[in-house]
């Protein structure tokens, strides 16, 4: 996992994967909120952005999450997210998997949970098998709108 905002992302580029800072830089040449909701290829095979809007929700109605093929980079456009963050659990057992299908599993709530809140322009990375709950309402339910960039693992050599 990894946190930053598209203000300053570029001062640690160097920890990045080269396909992630591909990634951040086609995400700075697009007028994001020009886009309607739904999917756009971006510069690669491998790579391609999905425009949300969604409406957040209490924690208790949200599921942590993981993808086994795909990291995401999810950048807020408007509103205020909160997401769960869990370090990866080989113990920790799918309720839900679908990774043949969406690639994504959902998970039960894992012991060592923590929550951040990103504002417009920020963003997290969440590789492959990194547990996150995306879409909890900080605060009350409210719109938010966001980027998520989904970068295929072999982009990453993994």
């Known amino acids: 996992m990894f946190l930053s905002d598209l203000s300053s992302w570029r001062k640690r580029a160097a920890v ?7 990634a951040l830089e086609a995400l700075e040449r697009r007028d994001l909120d020009a886009l ?7 510069d690669e095979e ?20 993981a993808h086994r093929d795909h990291t995401d980079i999810q ?23 679908m990774f043949e299908v969406r ?4 998970y039960p ?18 590789y492959p098998g990194d547990l996150h709950r995306p879409c909890v309402a900080a605060g009350e339910a409210a719109p938010v709108r966001k980027a998520v960039v989904k970068l295929h693992r072999r982009l990453l050599g993994l």
Do not use: K, N
């Open 109 to 126: 709530t894992p012991r060592h949970e923590w929550f951040v809140d990103l504002a417009p322009g920020q963003f997290a990375i969440f």
């Open 46 to 65: 491998g790579m391609f952005l999905l425009i949300q809007q969604v409406t957040t929700q209490a924690e208790a109605a949200t599921r942590p999450e």
């Open 16 to 22: 990045l994967p080269a396909a992630i800072v591909r």
């Open 36 to 42: 309607e909701p739904g999917r756009y290829p971006l």
């Open 103 to 106: 690639d994504i599993a959902f």
């Open 75 to 97: 950048l807020v456009l408007s509103g205020l997210e909160r997401f769960g963050i869990a370090p990866p659990d080989p113990a920790l057992q799918p309720v839900q998997e």
